[in-house]
Nanobody, 125 residues
Framework: QVQLMESGGGAVQPGGSLRLSCAAS????????ISWFRQAPGKERDGVAA????????YYADSVKGRFTISQGNDKNTVYLQMSSLKPEDTAMYSC??????????????????WGQGTQVTVSS
């Protein structure tokens, strides 16, 4: 059974940085699309960044380009989201999600079959 586990969330001041981790286990396929989503209270779940683990191709939402970086560990079982220059509007529950095969840009949440439990990020002074 494929499982995802996020970690690294917390509270930070505006302008600060955090690194989220998404550890995947229970699968043998090494080429997947793993994405980070976020959802603030009362808002829809939005895709933030995605990476195709086959070749490392990455995709970003316009709102985070230049501030967030998605990457994968050498074993391809862990995906990171390095977040810098954080803003109050980045406050949300961040979740990672996995689907087999290629990424087709930032895809909607319904195409992902496996989700982690989420980790809270709060940006506030």
């Amino acid at each position: 059974q494929v499982q995802l586990m996020e970690s690294g969330g917390g509270a930070v001041q505006p302008g600060g940085s955090l690194r989220l981790s998404c550890a995947a286990s229970g699968y043998s396929q090494t080429t997947n699309c793993i994405s980070w989503f976020r959802q603030a209270p009362g808002k829809e779940r939005d895709g933030v960044a995605a990476i195709y683990t086959g070749d490392g191709t990455t995709y970003y939402a316009d709102s985070v380009k230049g501030r967030f970086t998605i990457s994968q560990g050498n074993d391809k079982n862990t995906v990171y989201l390095q977040m810098s220059s954080l803003k109050p509007e980045d406050t949300a529950m961040y979740s990672c999600a996995l689907r087999s095969g290629f990424c087709q840009g930032l895809m909607p949440a319904y195409v992902y079959r496996v989700w982690g439990q989420g980790t809270q990020v709060t940006v506030s002074s």
